[in-house]
């Protein structure tokens, strides 16, 4: 039950970005003063979830040594994670790492 609110958790801080690059190609190419101002924010956004993304490899390592292998992404990853959210905050490595591998 808990693994499923952590891959829930990561989807919903995920889903911003996704909406976002989906907007971003639906405008075809076009800027305006609006979005110029936006840009850095999201951009913070987007490279943390892209964090997240990039270390399934490191996640399914470490999940599958039962967390002797410890890869920099993976811990890259976890550290931005609870960063960014109070829950991922109480869960274990391994946790974090399972929910990261159902993205």
């Known amino acids: 039950m808990r693994q499923w609110i952590v891959v829930g958790l990561l989807l919903g ?3 911003p970005a996704w ?5 971003a190609g639906a405008a075809g190419g076009t800027s305006s003063a609006g979005s110029a101002g ?4 999201s951009d913070s956004s987007s490279d943390n979830d ?3 993304l990039d270390a399934r490899v490191d996640a399914a390592s ?7 292998i410890r890869g920099a992404r993976l811990e890259a990853a976890l550290r931005s994670l609870r ?3 109070a829950e991922a ?3 274990s490595d391994l946790q974090l790492a399972q ?3 159902a993205l």
């Open 13 to 15: 801080m995920a889903a």
């Open 19 to 23: 909406a976002m690059s989906s907007a």
């Open 38 to 41: 936006s840009s850095a924010s």
């Open 50 to 52: 892209k964090l997240v």
């Open 62 to 68: 470490f999940v599958a040594s039962d967390g002797a």
């Open 83 to 85: 960063e960014r959210d």
């Open 89 to 91: 905050r109480q869960r």
């Open 99 to 101: 929910a990261i591998l």
